[in-house]
């Protein structure tokens, strides 16, 4: 499990840098290294649907990202007392991590898994769903409430974005569109 | 140089996008229907999917997508996956219970197998490549008006 | 001793979204913060010399990983892009009626 250590002090370096940077671009572009790390972590760990899913995800998170900072590439110019905010970040950051400390001991064991609901996924899965992925049959089958109420929270972002932006388009109307090259 | 520039990225690209879009397009229809066999699924095949529309309007400009495929178009996909979604819910209502599994389980290991899952990937990816093209269309068309002021 | 360093990730992350002052910034802070719970999920759903939970037809396949944390890690990573994309929205609306990204003179602006 050395290389398990290895991913993640590299995505820690990775997610300072992230939000240490100077300009936003690169700022964003460490953010993609941290999340293609995190990608092989999960392919470590034996999780092949969430290592597929985060790297497909993490491409288009850093494509709209990047559309959000590409033209304002603006360098972060402080403008005064930066000292009280980090230093309530790094606070707030070590007071969660002592109190964090004191719950390691309840926490099962590293690499020995309560299994106390699944065992019986991993044991009947099969017969019970017919479907040899056993994550797909816990997604659409024994927990497919979880999966409605997540398409559901989908489609309120989505709404969101189109509410968004409708705003800006019927304030203007008459507004001749640009041509943008991608 | 030709007076009128053409939308899109360079001829190169162009090039490279021809050959890639469809492959990648083809590998999230395999992604999302061999989600109960293999790893996949309907979630990361739909991002795949939406990411090959977006490769193709990346390098192309957003007017050959367009014609191809309009937003409200998009839009209608969307609603069509969570109701499709919906409808496999209640039918399970059949043997008794909501999302219940109503069709028989059949043969192991086949595509054709697992009851409602693949019926249910295909919808959910659907709702997810609908759902993530429209907040992209979104976001370009709102970069444009932003642009203007 | 992982859970650690999984929470020193968790804890970067909540330092940028508290201490930053431009909201790309932010929500990066943000996306780090969601990157470390997910992995938190995973990690405590590894088994040791496990194997993937897929079932193969030749090979019998005794000691499997916990499903379930990842079932729920799947629907959260989608969650997160949408969420992602709602906040990045929110944020160029913001620029485009200030003209900047920095809060503090978003709020110098309003005042």
């Not at chain 1, 300072?16 to 572009?29: I, M, R, T």
């Not at chain 1, 969430?50 to 110019?77: C, G, M, N, Y």
């Amino acid at each position: 499990m050395v290389e398990l250590y290895f991913l993640l002090v590299f995505m820690i370096i990775g997610s300072v840098g992230a939000l240490q940077a100077k300009d936003l671009l690169s700022s964003v572009v460490a953010l993609g290294a941290v999340g293609l790390g995190l990608c092989l972590t999960f392919l470590i760990l034996k999780a092949p649907d969430v290592a597929i899913t985060q790297l497909v995800v993490e491409i288009l998170s850093i494509i709209i990202l990047i559309r959000a900072t590409l033209r304002k590439d603006l360098p972060e110019v402080p403008t005064g007392g930066w000292m009280f905010p980090s230093a309530m970040g790094v606070g707030f950051a070590v007071i969660l991590l002592l109190v964090a400390l004191k719950c390691f001991p309840d926490l099962p064991v590293f690499g020995e898994p309560k299994l106390r609901v699944a065992q019986h996924y991993l044991d009947s899965g099969l017969q019970e769903t017919g479907a040899a992925n056993l994550v797909a049959s816990v997604i659409l089958d024994y927990r497919a409430y979880d999966t409605l109420g997540e398409a559901t929270v989908l489609l309120t972002a989505v709404m969101g974005v189109l509410a968004v932006v409708r705003k800006v388009g019927r304030k203007k109307p008459d507004q001749p569109e640009e041509q943008t090259d991608a | 140089m030709p007076e009128k520039p053409e939308p899109g990225m360079t001829i190169l690209v162009k090039t490279v996008t021809r050959l890639t879009a469809w492959l990648i397009l083809l590998y999230g229809i395999y992604i999302v229907l061999h989600g109960h066999i293999s790893p996949g699924g309907g979630f990361a095949g739909g991002v795949i999917i939406a990411l090959s529309f977006i490769h193709l309007m990346l390098a192309y400009g957003k007017e050959v997508v367009f014609r191809k495929l309009s937003k409200e178009m998009v839009e209608l996909m969307e609603s069509t996956g969570a109701l499709v979604f919906l409808a496999i819910a209640l039918l399970g209502l059949t043997t008794g219970y909501f999302f219940g599994n109503f069709l028989p389980a059949g043969e192991p290991f086949n595509l054709f197998s697992a009851g409602t899952i693949p019926l249910s990937n295909i919808a959910i990816s659907f709702k997810v490549w609908a759902g993530l093209f429209a907040v992209f269309l979104a976001l370009v068309l709102l970069r444009i008006d932003n642009v203007g002021e | 001793m992982i859970y650690l360093l999984c929470l020193v990730l968790f804890c970067v992350g909540i330092y940028g979204l508290l201490s930053k002052r431009n909201i790309i910034k932010m929500i990066v802070g943000l996306i780090i913060a969601e990157h470390a719970v997910n992995l938190f999920f995973i990690l405590v759903a590894y088994r040791r010399n496990g194997r993937a939970p897929i079932l193969a037809p030749d090979v019998a396949i005794t000691q499997m990983v916990d499903p379930l944390p990842q079932a729920l890690v799947l629907t959260a990573i989608v969650i997160g892009l949408a969420t992602t994309a709602l906040l990045v929205a929110l944020a160029i609306r913001i620029y485009g009626k200030y003209g900047t990204y920095d809060i503090a003179k978003i709020r110098e602006l309003r005042g």
